[in-house]
Nanobody, 128 residues
């Protein structure tokens, strides 16, 4: 079955950097787009970033564009999220997710509806 295991969360100060990693198994990683989402206390889960199955296309939410970078390593079946210039508003549980369909697009209006498998999440806390 699909397994997504996140790691790399922690407590950092505003302005610091952090890299999250997600190890995927149980499905053909090379044919599935991958994404990162986050959920802050008492808020809905929101889209952060996505990378297409072919790595040629990435997408970011406006709130993280220019600060976060998503990448994937086909040899290791991992997808990473490099987070720079972190802000207290970035505090949330971060989830890795795989697209529901092989060769699926990451450009839909509601990307959260396109991702069907989720990891358990990793906590990121940014202090001011």
């Amino acid at each position: 079955q699909v397994q997504l295991v996140e790691s790399g969360g922690g407590l950092v100060q505003a302005g610091d950097s952090l890299t999250l990693s997600c190890r995927a198994s149980g499905f053909p990683f090379g044919t599935h787009s991958m994404g990162w989402f986050r959920q802050a206390p008492e808020k809905e889960r929101e889209f952060v970033a996505a990378i297409s199955w072919s790595t040629g296309v990435t997408r970011y939410s406006d709130s993280v564009k220019g600060r976060f970078t998503i990448s994937r390593d086909y040899a290791k079946n991992t997808v990473n999220l490099q987070m720079d210039s972190l802000k207290p508003d970035d505090t949330a549980v971060y989830f890795c997710a795989s697209h529901r369909k092989a060769y699926g697009s990451i450009m839909s209006i509601k990307p959260i509806e396109d991702f069907g498998s989720w990891g358990q999440g990793t906590q990121v806390t940014v202090s001011s």
